[in-house]
């Protein structure tokens, strides 16, 4: 069952408290306060994330507002948290004011509870955001699992299995599709390790011609080979002391499983064209993306070079299946590369989130990554849309399948749209057309995508 989000509600007047609370109520946790400092001693106890406060609060004894001193003093003590201020016709200055110090948004009273519901759900999904971003945050000031983003119980059983082997010294085989993060969760075992401050040396078995892929495991001697000029090191003696990851080890050939094999047993190797045998400590993690045991039902794989390697399996679930990590993952990515682009992009719209979720991802994280990348290029307003992430809007879907809450955002889209065109692009006058604010009006057109019109007069700059 889902909790409710806190709902601090603050205004002088009980009949309108009443009236709020039992229309919020089902949605929301709604305490209650009179004044000043009833309000600001139960938010100092609770720090709710959501205010919902009236600025027409009673002056302080020297004439100070208090509903202004109120969402000053909220912010200061949590910076965070998203305060929708309700106010008169007569208050804009009042209004102006609180946009300065921070409100979130700002409804004109008599209060339409339908705007209201509104502007509280799109303020509890963006406290969401800014708290799964803060998540995201800390997982990557960790030193332990640093390149990883995941809260699912699936990769919360994969970090336990990471812990569990990461300080002992027996072989891994990691297994998943590809794209999957292999080579993430062998560098965060190796980071666990006894090993950790020694080298760690991957090899992509499956993208070397099987006739280097010896040299370049093994080594070579001066003159083994045509072009061989001086002697070289092999990626397993380079590894020395720390670990050697064999990736798609399901891909190497037959010919060279025995010498794998036998190093493996006997921790010795003899470089190419050499006649002396070089001792090597290594920790070995492997990985692939096939399934090995049907390789050794065909004959393509060694069943005794698949035990030595696989002391410990680590299967590493799809994209698909890791459910809301797919969103942490995303916003992850976005960080990274709005910063990169130096974009300012604020997250996704609800849309692009619908079509993130419902994407089968074949390519899993590194399609992900593939696909953010490119968004974050190619947005032009603060959210990103379907269309930036190459998917497909769920929005616009046959009738037959069509949900009430997809309907209503069409509805919405269009409804803007029209009163955007005929107010000849003023933004204060679609806004006091449509009855909500203007950043209530700026969120409704990064959401569906509509461009911003060009202001082309000192007010409407600086309204």
Request: aromatic share 6%; charged share 25%.
């Amino acid at each position: 069952m889902t909790t409710r989000p806190i709902l601090f509600l603050v205004d002088d007047d009980a009949v309108v408290r009443t009236q709020m609370k039992w229309a919020l109520a089902s949605d929301y946790q709604v305490l209650e306060a009179s004044d000043r400092a009833d309000a600001m001693s139960k938010i100092r106890q609770v720090m709710p994330p959501l205010l919902l406060l009236d600025l027409g609060l009673p002056s302080d004894v020297d004439g100070a507002s208090q509903g202004l001193a109120i969402l000053r003093e909220t912010l200061q003590l949590n910076p965070v948290a998203k305060v929708i201020a309700m106010t008169g016709d007569s208050d804009r200055a009042r209004a102006v004011a609180a946009f300065e110090i921070g409100a979130y948004d700002i409804i004109e009273k008599p209060v339409q509870l339908e705007v209201l519901k509104v502007v509280l759900q799109r303020a509890t999904y963006r406290s969401s955001l800014e708290r799964e971003s803060r998540a995201i945050q800390e997982q990557y000031d960790s030193t332990e699992f640093e390149d990883f983003v995941g809260n699912s119980k699936p990769m919360q059983n994969i970090f336990g299995l990471i812990r569990r082997v990461g300080p002992s010294d027996v072989p891994v085989l990691i297994t998943g599709e590809s794209g999957t993060g292999k080579e993430l969760v062998a560098r965060a075992i190796h980071r666990l390790s006894k090993r950790k401050e020694a080298p760690f040396v991957a090899i992509n078995c499956g993208a070397i011609p099987e006739t280097l892929l010896e040299s370049e495991l093994f080594g070579y001697e001066k003159g083994a080979f045509t072009g061989a000029a001086q002697q070289r090191k092999g990626r397993i003696e380079s590894a020395q002391g720390g670990t050697l990851f064999l990736d798609e080890i399901g891909d190497i050939p037959l010919s060279l499983q025995v010498k794998l094999l036998r190093f493996l047993q006997d921790h010795d190797i003899y470089r190419l064209g050499g006649k002396d045998k070089v001792s090597v400590d290594v920790r070995v993690l492997a990985a692939t993306n096939i399934d090995l045991q049907e390789a050794i039902n065909s004959g393509r794989f060694r069943e005794d070079l698949f035990y030595r390697l696989c002391v410990v399996a680590i299967p590493i679930p799809s994209l698909k299946a890791r459910g809301s990590d797919i969103t942490l993952l995303a916003r992850a990515f976005l960080m990274k590369f709005a910063e990169a682009q130096k974009r300012v992009l604020k997250g996704f719209t609800p849309q692009a989130i619908e079509a993130l979720l419902a994407h089968n991802w074949p390519g899993n994280v590194r399609e992900l990554e593939n696909r953010v990348k490119r968004a974050v290029v190619m947005a032009e307003g603060k959210y990103i849309t379907p269309s930036n992430l190459e998917l497909k809007d769920l929005s616009f879907v046959d009738q037959d399948s069509t949900t009430l809450r997809v309907a209503r955002d069409l509805r919405e889209k269009e409804l803007v749209q029209l009163v955007l065109e005929k107010a000849g692009g003023n933004l204060s006058k679609t806004a006091l057309e449509l009855g909500i604010s203007r950043p209530t009006l700026y969120q409704l057109l990064s959401r569906y995508g509509l461009r911003l019109p060009k202001l082309t007069n000192k007010l409407e700059r600086g309204v």
